[in-house]
């Protein structure tokens, strides 16, 4: 069966700790996309990424295909990085179109 | 910078009704797709959709399911006799091209269905 796993599950830190979230899974996939939900719901596309590291502002994003696993960090944690971070995959065997499967998400709480 | 759009936000509606849930995907986008999430669970994939026709539906997505793009803009889905399980967060997404490779998908704010 085709799963993603992330860990952990909750995560509370202080402001300015550097945060590291995990994402694994079971075959090969296509993509790997880490999202952001907000308390209200609403869910914002972080990176996309099919190999290699990408880095916006604080965020950088890691991913190791053979290893089947992926993270997630945030150097200079604040406040507003409050939120849910999902980790989402394209697997190979999903068929034609790019239907995601998803983690259940990392509850992350930064304390001031 | 261009969004997603859905409507309405909220929705409540009486078990057994049909209802329907409207998207507005980026308007140069070809790939559009549609998930739920159970509250305080992990985001579902329901369908996606190209060239006027689905291209990929999970298990959830049955016949009481159903997807239309009418007018080139906007993108529904319509659950036709709803159950209180429908009661759930449904986002809509878009994307410049099918690959998922080179090109993310952008999610809507989401439409909460509650089923009374």
Request: glycine share 8%.
């Amino acid at each position: 069966k085709n799963e993603v796993e992330q860990s952990p599950q909750n995560l509370t830190a202080q402001e300015g700790e550097f945060i590291t979230i995990n994402c694994s899974y079971s075959v090969g996939i296509s993509a790997l996309h880490w999202l952001q939900q907000h308390p209200g719901g609403g869910i914002v596309s972080l990176f996309m990424l099919s190999s290699g590291k990408k880095k916006h502002g604080r965020l950088i994003a890691t991913i190791n295909i053979q290893e089947k696993h992926s993270s997630l960090h945030i150097t200079a944690s604040h406040p507003r990085d409050s939120a849910v971070y999902i980790c989402a995959v394209r697997f190979y065997s999903g068929g034609g179109a790019d239907g995601l499967t998803f983690g259940k998400g990392t509850h992350l709480i930064i304390q001031p | 910078e261009p969004e997603v759009t859905q409507t309405p936000s909220h929705q409540v509606t009486q078990m057994g009704q049909e209802v329907i849930l409207r998207c507005v995907p980026i308007s140069n986008h070809l790939y559009f797709y549609w998930y739920r999430q159970i509250l305080g669970q992990k985001v579902e994939f329901l369908v996606s959709f190209y060239n006027n026709e689905i291209s990929e539906k999970s298990e959830i997505f049955d016949d009481q399911f159903s997807v239309e793009r009418p007018d080139g803009s906007n993108f529904t889905l319509k659950i036709r006799s709803t159950k209180l399980e429908d009661s759930a967060m449904y986002f809509c997404a878009s994307s410049l091209s099918g690959t998922g490779v080179n090109q993310p998908q952008h999610f809507g704010d989401g439409t909460r269905l509650s089923i009374l």
